[in-house]
């Protein structure tokens, strides 16, 4: 049961683009949203996140809409750089009968051609 | 400041053993939790463990246990490997919760 979605496994965009990145959730009691980016051989690394109280937050190149109607979210990247390449994940956090726990989707490769 | 550091970096086990994973979190944060990674897939909660108690498991058989020793780190144990349990087990800490979790490189398991 994918709780967090990301439809589409990959992304190739030319260098100073806008990349956008999307993600779906289907459990309405989501309050929070993360992305994290991943290199080859390294872990997550936390980007940016968004509350459901706003619509958007924005930090340097990277903005995160948030549709909660439409239980929808997108990360966008404005300019692209080669440097942006690499897997994006969306997560949220999930407290559940006493247990808290992180979710995430699959992830988008996202490549930046140069 | 160290990141978050894992050991050991890569290891291959053979069906029916058991293998040990070990984390050290950030200086100063107090919550760990470990995830696994299949390929293709995103990380999948496995435990978070929080001022050295369990605070949240994820859909994982008794197989996987851990601890959180009184200087944060922590352990993942999985007994008996399958081959399915080959994956990239990843450890993150935070000094609450699950905000802004900070990933150490993660440990490539092999199970042959």
């Known amino acids: 049961d994918q709780q967090v979605k990301q439809n589409s496994p990959s992304l190739s965009v030319q260098e100073g683009r806008i990349s956008i990145l999307n993600c779906d959730y289907t459990?309405?009691?989501?309050?929070?949203f993360l992305w994290y980016k991943k290199y080859p051989a390294e872990g997550p690394t936390f980007l940016i996140s968004?509350?459901?109280?706003?619509d958007k937050n924005e930090d340097g190149r990277f903005t995160v809409f948030l549709n909660k109607s439409a239980k929808h979210l997108s990360l966008h990247i404005v300019p692209s750089q080669p440097g942006d390449s690499a897997v994006y994940f969306c997560a949220a956090p999930l407290t559940q009968g006493g247990s808290e726990k992180l979710v995430f989707g699959k992830g988008m490769k996202l490549t930046v051609n140069p | 400041d160290a990141g978050v550091t894992q050991s050991p970096t890569h290891l291959i086990k053979t069906r029916g053993q058991q293998v040990t994973l070990r984390c050290s979190p950030i200086s100063g944060h107090k919550s760990v939790s470990w995830y696994q990674q299949v390929l293709g897939q995103g990380p999948q909660f496995i435990f978070q463990?929080?001022?050295?108690?369990?605070?949240g498991r994820g859909n994982f058989p008794d197989r996987f246990s851990a601890r959180q020793f009184p200087n944060y780190s922590s352990e993942l144990n999985v007994n008996a490997l399958l081959l399915g349990d080959s994956a990239l087990y990843l450890c993150?800490?935070?000094?609450?919760?699950?905000?802004?979790?900070?990933f150490g490189p993660g440990t490539r398991l092999t199970v042959t």
């Open positions: 463990y929080y001022e050295k108690e369990e605070r």
């Open positions: 968004i509350s459901s109280i706003k």
């Open positions: 993150a800490s935070s000094l609450l919760g699950f905000y802004e979790q900070y």
């Open positions: 459990n309405s009691m989501f309050d929070y």
